[in-house]
Structure formats: structure tokens, C-alpha cells
């Protein structure tokens, strides 16, 4: 059972006098307990749709239904974390967590019962009056899981969340993420997340929508069925045929549109729309 | 290219007609000069200009390039360009008006120098601070020195910062050329040979006292401002910023809102421990080495020595320094802490006004696109006026509006304060508001802040820290101002001019009737000890409080 449906997406953006086309007739359904990653080459509008999901991008034509109800504005049920983790710098990271809260009309009390939980659960246990300039960036993305958890979401959407940390970092960050995944007592259990580093997504997701380069589109999808935990995985034949799989589909994407110069792709698409 | 002709011909056909009717509509003798005078006051500001980039580029190649250099050069125009255009005069009067009327022709660009030629010099200097390092590694493993060095690598890299800096300096010309072309001695007025259109301005306000004509004038002089810089800087500007390394300052605001902005910036490159990317440039010029100042406090007191001398003929002893104390208006420094006190309490008032408003603009902007783009637009204009062209016309308004001079004068002073800082509060508040980074905007729009917890948890926490620069530029500038505003200079020796107690007319009174330089250095030296101490004892205090409220992007 789907819980959400993108259905036909189409969405420019204007660009001095023409337009762009970023996204061109994009669908596809995500369902309960579903890990879904949007691969695709940087500019491709993967991170543009995962907006449009949160309700922050408007578009031109088709629509996002969350249990059947078009998305037209961002809602606590469907939260997001950011690449650039988009804290306030003027709150500690507690008051992070805590002001979403408080916008819900959460009392003072609770709120701060709630948040003080998640930065526990995501390792921060300490910091809670620590301002973000104070913290490294893995401490800074674990403060954004932490508050976009606290709302209680059903959807967490996830754009580039590691691309911005060191190896290392990510990959404890990966981890802690699947932990919340899996995690049976947390009612988040759906994930989006935009990646463009295919080994990450494979070791992360149930299905891998790849996408074309701009405007970007759906070129295929690839169920990953390699059990988890994958950590004990990462070395098998397996791994690597998923890995070879997409990067086949990334391939053929860009070939896609070898063909025809960008711009003049560009502007047939307009002209048709 | 056929619409910048027509704007071209178009603005020149404006000014030939507005030079015939203002012609034509009044009969004082002066205005019939009125097209020599802003041929002149064009050619001088325009000679100074060419000077002030011979002079900067030179220097600021040579300061940034040669760590003796360096050593004393940087440090000692810093201060020389915190000296107000007042500071100038003594030296001014002592060396050139000797030589007659070439003299004062020649002192009006020297003081016009003073107060255009730094600008360039530290854009130069911050330019070449900023050449990214793997461009000055690859340069050196080509082989690239010397002249070839200067010549691939550092002057394209100067360029923008060039051209910036000019137009900064092409501003403060036209601000300070009321200030700079009606030279008083010793109670007179000393007029420029070819005239000036700031002298004109201040002839018709000061002895005519004619209110229409002075609104006139300083519509058209408005007009010459905003007419060059849609013609020439603009474009410019718009050339220069593409195939650099990297925009100097990234900001929507059109013409003259740059100004401000890199005004700001060269300031706060200057003063501030700024984080990240001008933080190289920063640790060259902030942290001066102790010999560093020493050598910069040499050089000023003997600078200061040298100008005493000049003065009285022979080589200065402490008798002088005496003899300058003992001489009027020395009288009025017992009152000393009640005129500073005074001059603070306008400067507190028009502070607060400017802070108000500014913040109340800046959320508006902020908040309503529709009413940014009324806001804008008048903003742009508005910084075309040259303020110091404005006190007169503001006073001559309000003495007829009011009847009391005095109290004429105190409002024009506190006005002068307010259009003075309210411009430096809001380009820096409204520069903030247009950078909120996209990812804050987002988060604010996804958790579903609106109305007041957006201004409450948004808005105002990130225009703090722009709040604090803003504050520091706008009690600098303010002090700059005030000197000009406290003191109203009057035409003619038989009539006293009018003044409000306050520490810059005791200066005004100093420099300008008594000629004693020797008070007029003391007052100097308080005023700038009151800023530094302000400076360090509370605007950098919370602007280092506020180092965190940066969005790290």
C-alpha cells in the first residue's frame, strides 16, 4: 500500500527571460516501511522533487498525494533534514529541537522532555546547550535528525545528509540512521533520501530511483535485496552488481541526452509545454 | 549600446535645460557662472579621481607586495583616513594658500584627495590579499615575477576592487565637496577661483539664504550623482564583476547601494575580526604588530610637528604647544565634558531614530515584496543626495519654517545625524535580510514559522549581528558628520556665525575662526580616543557576542 504517490510532476524554473524544464513527467509510489534513494548526476532536480514532497516547491503540473491528500505545504507529518543541516545558529542545539515544537503549540514542559530524548537517542547527550557553532558537522546533522524526528514525522526526507561530513563521519551517521529505521518503536518508518554516491544508496535503500540529467526523469529503478545488516555485506559479488546496475543506468541516462545539445533540449522542451 | 546613447544625450540635454532655467529664474551675480562652476567642480573631482587610483594602485601594489612596505605604510594611512576633512585644513592652509589662487585651487583637490583616495588604496590592498593561493603558486611555477607578476596576476586580479574603489571614491568626492570647496580663515570664506557647485550651494544657502534656488541646486547636483552613475559605474561595475575570482560582495541592490556596502566592507575589513572569508586579509591588516603602531605613531607626531613648524616659521619647542593653549577658544575647553556630553546626546538621539526605523524598513523589506520594491527604489535615490549638500538646505528650511536659528540648527544637526546613519543601519540590515541562506528560509518555511515567531526566531536573531556593524559604521560616520553640523558658517565677517554647544563646533571654532591648530589637534585626538574606546568597549565586544549568530555556509 502506497502512502505516497508523486504523480506526473513537471516543474520549470524561470531563468531570466526563458525557463528551464528541472523535472519532466516524474511519478513513482513509496509505501510503509519503504527506504527509497533518488540517484542521479548533480542538477538532475532529485533534490528539487524531494521539495516538492516536503511541500516547499510548488509545481507546474501532476501532484504529490500523502495517504491520498495532495501536498500543497510542508505539514509535521513530513519532515526533512538538510545538507547544509539548516540549524539556527542563534539556538543551542536543545532550543533546535525544541522550537518546532513550541511552533506546534507543544508546552514548555513537554517540549523540552521530547527534545532532550532525541538528542539522546542521536548521541548527543550533553550538548544540549552547545551552539551549532560550537559543534562539528556530524554533531550539526545529528542535531537536524534529532529535530526533524521530535516532530514525530511519518516521512523523513533526507537531501545529500552526508555529502557535507567526512567519510568516517557519514558512515557512523549511516548507521545511526538505519538504526532509526529500523527502529519499530519510532513512527517514522518512511525515507527518502537524495544521494548522488551510489555505493551510500545501495548500502542504504530498499529501491534506487535513478534519474536522468536535467530535465531530470525517471530512467529506471533498482530493488535492493541484499540483507541487512549490510555492513557484513560490503565485500560481496552481490554489492558490487548493484552498484554496477545503477551505475549502468546512470550511463545510459546521460546518453540520453547526448544526443541533442542541453540548451536546444531545453528550449523543445519549453516549447512543448 | 543605442539606449546608452540615448540616455547619454538624454541626461545631457536634462542638465543643459535645468542649467538654463536656474539661469534664467535668478539674478545673483554667481549664477551666471553656474555652468563653469559644474565644468570645475566635474574637472576637480574628476582629476582627483584619476589621482586617487595613480596614488592607491601604486601604494596598494607596493603595500601588499613589500612587507616593509607594509610594515609602515598600511598602519599609517589607516590613520590618516580616520581623520576627519577638517583634520586637513591646518595643513592645507600652512603649505598652499601661500601660492595664491593656484594655491586654493590646489588645496580644494588636496582636500578632496584626502577624503577620496582611501577607498582605493585598501580595495587594491584586500584585492591582492585575497589572490587565491593555488593562483599565486601556479604563477610562481611558470615562472611569473616581477613586472610580469604585476602584470598577469595582480592588476586582472585588482580590477573590480579597482573599479569599486573608484566609484567609492567618485562618491565621497561629490559628499565632501560641499566641505571641500567652502574653505573658511580665520572667519572667511575663501572661495575657489573657478567656483564650484559646492560653493555655489553654500553661497546661495549661507548669504542669499535662498531656500528655492538651494533645493534647486541640490536637485541638480543629485542629478550630475545619479546621472554619471547609471552611465559610467554601473556598467562598469556589471564589466568588472564577471571572469574574477570570485564577486566581492554579492548583493541585489543596485548603483550606489554598492557604494555603501563596500564602504562597509573596506570598514569592516579594517576593523573586524570577521569570520572565514576575509578572515586572511583580516589577520594582515587588523592585527598590526606593536612596532608596527609605534612606527604609525611616529610618524604621526612628527607629521604633526612638521605641520606646527610650518606655521610658525621656526622649529617647534613645547612654548608653542603653550602658546596654542593660551589662545582662544581655549576658554571653552573647562566646559569640555559638558559639550562632549551634549554632542553624545544628539548623537545617542539620532542613533536611536536611525535604529528604529532602520530595523522597522529592514522588516518590512523583509517581509513584503511589494513594499521592497517601493523601498528600494527610494533608498537608491536617496543615497544620490550628497548629505553634506543637504545641511544648509535642510537649515534655511527649517530657520524659515521655525524662526529660531538655534533651534533651527539643533533639528538640522539631529536630521544630518539621522539621513547620515540610517543609511549605514539599513544597507547593512537589508544586505543580511537578502542572504539568509536558502536552507534557513526553508527550514523556517518547513516547521511552519509565520508572522511573528518568523520575525521573532528568523528575522531579527539573523539581522542582529548587522544591527552591530551597522551600529559601530553609523557612530563613526556620525562623528564625521557632526563637526559639519553643530556649526553654521556665515558669509560675512560682520555677522557671528551661528553654532549649538557642542565638542564638534568647539572644533569648527577652532579651525575654522581662530585658526589654532594646536586646539584643533587636541580636539582631534578626544574625539578620536571617544571612538576607539566605543569601538572597543562595546561594538566589537558584541559583535564578538554575536560571532555565532553566522550562518555557516
Known amino acids: 500500500m502506497s502512502v505516497i504517490e508523486v504523480e506526473n510532476i513537471t516543474k520549470t524554473f524561470s531563468m531570466g527571460k526563458g525557463k528551464i524544464l528541472v523535472l519532466d513527467n ?112 556530524g554533531m ?114 546521460k546518453s540520453l541526452t547526448k544526443d541533442e545539445s542541453p540548451l536546444s533540449l531545453i528550449a523543445s522542451r519549453v516549447s512543448k509545454s | 549600446m543605442r539606449r546608452y546613447i540615448i540616455s547619454l544625450v538624454g541626461g545631457l540635454a536634462i542638465l543643459y535645460l535645468m542649467t538654463l532655467i536656474i539661469m534664467a529664474s535668478t539674478s545673483y551675480p554667481e549664477i551666471r557662472h553656474l555652468p563653469l562652476y559644474t565644468f570645475s567642480t566635474i574637472f576637480r573631482i574628476v582629476i582627483t579621481l584619476l589621482i586617487s587610483i595613480l596614488w592607491g594602485t601604486s601604494f596598494g601594489i607596493l603595500a601588499a607586495t613589500n612587507r616593509l612596505a607594509s610594515f609602515i605604510l598600511t598602519p599609517l594611512i589607516d590613520l590618516l583616513q580616520s581623520i576627519p576633512i577638517l583634520g586637513y585644513f591646518p595643513m592645507v592652509i600652512g603649505f598652499l594658500f601661500a601660492l595664491g589662487p593656484v594655491g586654493i585651487e590646489l588645496s580644494v583637490i588636496v582636500l578632496l584627495f584626502t577624503s577620496m583616495a582611501w577607498s582605493i588604496f585598501f580595495g587594491v590592498l584586500g584585492a591582492i590579499s585575497g589572490i587565491p593561493t593555488n593562483i599565486i603558486e601556479s604563477a610562481r611555477s611558470f615562472g611569473l615575477t616581477g613586472w610580469r607578476y604585476i602584470r598577469h596576476v595582480i592588476l586582472p586580479a585588482i580590477t573590480p576592487a579597482l ?33 564650484g557647485l559646492g560653493y555655489l550651494l553654500a553661497r546661495t544657502a549661507y548669504y542669499y539664504e535662498d531656500i528655492k ?32 575570482f570570485k564577486p566581492i560582495f554579492r548583493m541585489d541592490l543596485s548603483g550606489v547601494g554598492k557604494v555603501l556596502t563596500s564602504r562597509t566592507n573596506r570598514w569592516l575589513r579594517l576593523r573586524l575580526h570577521q569570520p572565514k572569508r576575509f578572515s586572511i586579509i583580516f589577520q594582515r591588516l587588523r592585527k598590526y604588530t606593536r612596532i608596527e603602531k609605534i612606527i604609525a605613531v611616529i610618524f604621526t607626531i612628527s607629521g604633526i610637528i612638521f605641520i606646527l613648524s610650518s606655521e610658525s616659521h621656526h622649529f617647534p619647542d613645547l612654548g608653542i604647544i603653550l602658546e596654542g593653549f593660551r589662545a582662544p577658544p581655549v576658554e571653552e575647553l573647562t566646559n569640555l565634558p559638558m559639550l562632549i556630553a551634549l554632542t553624545m546626546m544628539r548623537l545617542s538621539i539620532a542613533y536611536g531614530i536611525s535604529l528604529v526605523i532602520a530595523i522597522g524598513l529592514g522588516i518590512l523589506a523583509a517581509e513584503h515584496k511589494k513594499l521592497a520594491a517601493v523601498i528600494y527604489p527610494i533608498y537608491d535615490i536617496g543615497q ?19 524662526g529660531t536659528p538655534r533651534i533651527a540648527l539643533e533639528l538640522t544637526c539631529i ?92 572644533l569648527d571654532k577652532a579651525g575654522y575662526e581662530y585658526g589654532n591648530t594646536v586646539i584643533l589637534i587636541f580636539i582631534l585626538g578626544i574625539i578620536a580616543a571617544i571612538v576607539l574606546l566605543m569601538e572597543g568597549l562595546v561594538w566589537r565586544r558584541l559583535l564578538r557576542k554575536l560571532e555565532k549568530y553566522h550562518v555557516e555556509v
Open chain 2, 415 to 506: 536630521l544630518m545625524l539621522i539621513f547620515d546613519m540610517i543609511w549605514y543601519m539599513f544597507i547593512n540590515i537589508v544586505s543580511v535580510i537578502k542572504n539568509i541562506p536558502v536552507e534557513i528560509k526553508e527550514v523556517s518555511q518547513l516547521f511552519g514559522f509565520r508572522g511573528l515567531s518568523r520575525v521573532r526566531h528568523i528575522v531579527i536573531p539573523s539581522i542582529l549581528p548587522a544591527i552591530a556593524t551597522g551600529s559601530m559604521l553609523s557612530w563613526g560616520t556620525g562623528w564625521n558628520t557632526i563637526i559639519f553640523a553643530e556649526y553654521m558658517p556665515s558669509s560675512e565677517p560682520s555677522i557671528p556665525p551661528l553654532s549649538i554647544p557642542g565638542i564638534g563646533s568647539l
Open chain 1, 140 to 253: 550539526k546533522q545529528r542535531v537536524g535528525i534529532a529535530r526533524a524526528l521530535a516532530l514525530k514525522p511519518e516521512v523523513l526526507l533526507m537531501d545529500e545528509p552526508f555529502s557535507s561530513l567526512d567519510e568516517l563521519t557519514a558512515k557512523t551517521l549511516r548507521e545511526l540512521v538505519l538504526n532509526i529505521w529500523r527502529n519499530p518503536a519510532l513512527p517514522t518508518n518512511i525515507f527518502i533520501m537524495v544521494s548522488h554516491n551510489v555505493e551510500e544508496a545501495v548500502f542504504m535503500a530498499d529501491r534506487i530511483i535513478v534519474m536522468s540529467p536535467r530535465p531530470g526523469k525517471i530512467i529506471g529503478e533498482v530493488k535492493i535485496d541484499i540483507p541487512r545488516p549490510r555492513i557484513e555485506h560490503l565485500r560481496d559479488a552481490e554489492y558490487f552488481k548493484f552498484v554496477d546496475e545503477v551505475v549502468d543506468l546512470l550511463k545510459r541516462g
Open chain 1, 26 to 137: 516524474v511519478s513513482f509510489s513509496v509505501g510503509k516501511d519503504d527506504f527509497v534513494c533518488l540517484v542521479g548526476p548533480s542538477g538532475c532536480g532529485k533534490s528539487t522533487l524531494l521539495r516538492i514532497i516536503a511541500g516547499l516547491e510548488k509545481v507546474d503540473s501532476g501532484r504529490v498525494l500523502f495517504h491520498g491528500e495532495p501536498v500543497t505545504r510542508p505539514t509535521p507529518k513530513i519532515s526533512m533534514v538538510f545538507q547544509l543541516f539548516g540549524l539556527l545558529p542563534w539556538k543551542t542545539a536543545l532550543e533546535n529541537v525544541e522550537i518546532p515544537l513550541e511552533i506546534l503549540g507543544v508546552d514548555k514542559e513537554k517540549r523540552t522532555h521530547i527534545s532532550k530524548e532525541y538528542l539522546k537517542m542521536v548521541g548527543l547527550e550533553g550538548f544540549e546547550n552547545t551552539y551549532p557553532h560550537d559543534l562539528s558537522g
Open chain 2, 384 to 402: 544620490g543626495v550628497p548629505i553634506l549638500a543637504l545641511f544648509p538646505v535642510l537649515f534655511l528650511g527649517l530657520n524659515s519654517l521655525l
Open chain 2, 163 to 195: 573599479i569599486s574603489g573608484a566609484n567609492l571614491a567618485w562618491c565621497d568626492g561629490w559628499f565632501f565637496m560641499i566641505a571641500a570647496e567652502y574653505i573658511q580663515y580665520q572667519g572667511e570664506v575663501v572661495a575657489p577661483p573657478s567656483g
Open chain 2, 213 to 244: 534656488l538651494a533645493v534647486t541646486l541640490l536637485i541638480f547636483i543629485t542629478f550630475i550623482v545619479v546621472y554619471f552613475n547609471t552611465l559610467t559605474w554601473h556598467r562598469l561595475m556589471e564589466r568588472a564583476s564577471t571572469g574574477t
